[in-house]
C-alpha cells in the first residue's frame, strides 16, 4: 500500500477532483491534512510521498526527493495566504500576530515579508484561526491561509489585508512556491518505479484539471462558501508546476531561511526526482 499525502483545500482541486474521478489503483491510498499535518505524517514515515510544505523540504532535505514538475505555487497574488491586520504593517513591531498551525511555509514566509521586508519585529504566536482568544483579547494581525484565508476575506473583519505571494513578488520579482510533491528516500530507493507511476498520474490529473476548471469551481466554490467567479479567479491564478523559474525562486526561499537560520543547508542544491 502505497500512502500518498493530498492538501485538503480547494486549491487542490483541479488535480485532486480528478484524481478521485479517475484513479482508482487498489494499492494507492490518499491521505487528507493540511500542509502541516502532511508534513509530520512525511516526516514521521506514515506517508509516503505527497504535497508537503516547501520549508518541510528544506529542513529535512536528506529524507526527500521532490516530484519534478509539480508544486502548489503562485505568481503574484495567490489570493488565499494573508495577513490580515487591524494596523498596517509597518505599524505590528512588538504587537501580537497569531500565525495559524496549518502551514510551516506561510508562517516562514511571514517573517522574511516582515522582519526582511517590512523591517518589523512583531510577536508571533501560533493557533487556530477561529478559536476564541485568551481573555477576549484579540491579536493585532493573523495570518490565515487556505480556505481559511478564502473565508476571512469574504467576512473582511480586518481593514489591512496583505497578500504575501504579491509582496514576496514584487521584492524579488519570482513565484513563490508554498507546497511541493516530495517523496521519502528509504520509500524511493525499493519503489522507484512505482513512484514514477504515480508522478505521471498526478501530472495528468492536473492537465485534465486545468481543461476543466469551469466545472471543478462548480464543485467546490460551496466549500467556503464562495461565488464561482469569484473562484475561478482564485483557481486560475493558482499554478502547479515546478520550472526553472520556481526552482529559482525555491532556492531564493531557501537561502533565506539557510541565512536566518531556519533550514539546512543541505537543501540547496534542490534534488528532483524525474
Known sequence: MVRIGMVNYINTAPIYEIWKEQVHEDNWRIIEGTPSHLNQLLAAGEI???????????VRPDRYQ?????SISATGPVGSVF????????????????????????????????????????????????????????PAAVLAIGDEALRL?????????????????????LPFVFAVCAVREKYLQKHAEEVRKIHQTLLTCRARGLARLP???????RR???DC???????????????????????????LLIR????????LPLKIFS
Open 48 to 58: 509516503d510521498l505527497g504535497f508537503v510544505s516547501s520549508y518541510e523540504y528544506a
Open 66 to 70: 521532490i516530484l519534478a514538475d509539480l
Open 83 to 138: 495577513l490580515f491586520s487591524q494596523t498596517e504593517p509597518e505599524e505590528l513591531s512588538g504587537k501580537s500576530v497569531l500565525m495559524t498551525g496549518q502551514s510551516d511555509t506561510s508562517a516562514c514566509l511571514l517573517k522574511i515579508v516582515l522582519e526582511e521586508f517590512v523591517q518589523v519585529k512583531p510577536d508571533y504566536f501560533r493557533g487556530e484561526v477561529f478559536a476564541e482568544h485568551v481573555e477576549g483579547v484579540e
Open 153 to 173: 476575506r469574504v467576512e473582511k473583519q480586518y481593514p489591512v489585508q496583505l497578500d504575501l505571494a504579491e509582496t514576496w513578488h514584487r521584492q524579488t520579482g
Open 215 to 221: 466545472e471543478i469551481c462548480e464543485r467546490v466554490a
Open 224 to 226: 467556503i462558501p464562495m
Open 229 to 255: 467567479v469569484a473562484c475561478s479567479s482564485y483557481l486560475h491564478a493558482m499554478e502547479y508546476d515546478l520550472q526553472y523559474i520556481k526552482q529559482e525562486a525555491l532556492k531564493e526561499f531557501f537561502t
Open 260 to 267: 536566518r537560520g531556519e533550514a539546512d543547508e543541505h537543501s
